[in-house]
């Protein structure tokens, strides 16, 4: 026995699903991070993203040869993942175009490949020391639905080659462009200042709560993940991205299966949105 199930996303950017029994209570989020070291490197705005992606490739190499050559033991690899053109800067804010995550997800491939094609090294972890939409802490992007979703998605594949990804960064308070002069300047944060949660934040609270019960990922796509829990529920995160806000709905039909002797009991169908009316 199958219980169709149709969600609909008006140009929101992510809508947290739970689906359980009428006997299950909902428990709240908590949200845990950490950041481990990283090793940075600095470029000139002048440089295209190829030019820098090319440059990322060139030293991931260029240090796992050293390290063979040299005999050196390596614990794990570290890099940084930001998915957007070079910003154009008006005023006090700076504007970017999205790349496309395919491009993106490529290259964090690319890392992976690179590393497994020293056979001392394979299989090393690769640890994300940072990563974002824009790499500059004045982007309005930041504070928008819009990188929520591309984010959403971004948390659906990172952990396919990557051992740990860390968000740049929690909070507002930055120091490299001074103290900001409104609590929405674009800045990096999941939360701004006055302890103001961006959507972005959700983006996080959503995926934590997929993690709190025992369960397997039963679907993925490129616009949902859904998990079935030990207790026969299921919780599901759905994300309506666009690099260009096409302002179309996203429509998804999901079926649910269930065992004949379920399909009599009371289900209870839960949703939390995210969107422009509701953050």
């Known amino acids: 026995v199958a219980e169709p199930l149709r969600v609909t996303i008006p140009r929101s950017f992510s809508l947290s699903i739970s689906i359980s029994s009428a006997r299950e209570r909902a428990s709240a989020a908590r949200m845990t991070g950490s950041s481990p070291r990283s090793i940075l490197f600095s470029s000139s705005p002048r440089i295209s993203r190829r030019r820098l992606e090319m440059r990322l490739t060139l030293w991931i190499r260029s240090f796992m040869e050293y390290c063979e050559t040299n005999d050196l033991a390596v614990d794990f690899v570290t890099r940084h993942h930001y998915t957007s053109e070079p910003p154009k800067t008006q005023g006090h804010y700076s504007y970017i175009e999205l790349m496309d995550p395919e491009e993106g997800f490529a290259n964090l491939h690319t890392t992976r490949e690179i590393i497994d094609s020293f056979p001392r090294f394979k299989g090393l972890p ?15 992007i930041h504070d928008t639905n ?6 959403a998605h971004q ?3 990172l952990g396919d080659d990557n051992e740990s990804y860390s968000y740049w960064t929690f909070g507002d308070v930055f120091e490299e462009f001074g103290v900001p002069f ?10 701004a200042n006055g302890c ?29 993940v859904v998990m079935k829990y030990e207790d026969g529920s299921y919780r599901g995160i759905a994300w309506n991205a666009t690099r260009n806000r096409s302002g179309k709905d996203l429509c998804l039909n999901l079926t649910i ?7 009599t009991d009371a289900y209870l ?11």
């Open 126 to 140: 690769i640890h994300i020391t940072e990563f974002n939409t824009s790499y500059v802490p004045n982007c309005p």
């Open 146 to 151: 819009q990188n929520a979703a591309y984010i």
């Open 155 to 157: 948390l659906s594949r």
């Open 182 to 191: 409104t609590p929405f300047h674009g800045g990096f944060g999941l939360v």
């Open 196 to 224: 103001i949660p961006k959507p972005t934040f959700w983006t996080f609270a959503f995926f934590k709560k997929l993690k709190e019960k025992k369960g397997i990922c039963v679907y993925k796509d490129e616009t949902c």
């Open 257 to 263: 299966p269930t065992t004949q002797a379920a399909s």
């Open 269 to 279: 169908f839960l949703t939390q949105t995210v969107d422009e009316e509701n953050c």
